[in-house]
C-alpha cells in the first residue's frame, strides 16, 4: 500500500479507535476528542513543528455543526488544517510560524 493510502486508512482507523469508545460509535464526544489529542497530538516532532495558534484555530473550527460532537467530516477538516500547518511551518520557515492559515 502506498503511504498516502495508508495515510488516509490511519485517519479512518484512529477516528474509530476512538469515537467507539462510548455508545455514539460515530461521533468524538469532547471527552473522546481530548484523549485523542492527548494521546495521538502531542508528540514533540509534531507540536513543536506546528504553532498553537494553528491548533486552536483548527479545533475552534471543529464543531462545525455545534452539537458537541465531532463526527468524521468535521475530523477530517480538521486533520487538513493541521497538514496545512505543518506544511507551512515545514515548507516556509520560521517567519510564517504565527499567521493564521490562509487559502492558497
Ligand atoms: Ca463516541
Known amino acids: 500500500m502506498s503511504n498516502l493510502e495508508k495515510a488516509i486508512l490511519c485517519m ?11 455508545d455514539k460509535k460515530h461521533q468524538l464526544s469532547s471527552a473522546e476528542l481530548a484523549d485523542l489529542m492527548n494521546k495521538e497530538l ?9 504553532d498553537t495558534d494553528v491548533i486552536d484555530e483548527a479545533i475552534s473550527k471543529l464543531d462545525k455543526n455545534h452539537d458537541g ?16 500547518g505543518y506544511y507551512r511551518a515545514t515548507k516556509k520557515g520560521k517567519g510564517n510560524k504565527g499567521k493564521p492559515a490562509k487559502p492558497e
Open 69 to 84: 460532537e465531532t463526527n468524521f467530516r468535521e475530523f477530517s477538516m480538521f486533520l487538513a488544517t493541521l497538514a496545512r
Open 12 to 22: 479512518v482507523d484512529v477516528f474509530e479507535q476512538y469515537a467507539t469508545k462510548d
Open 42 to 50: 502531542a508528540g514533540p516532532e509534531f507540536k513543536g513543528k506546528v
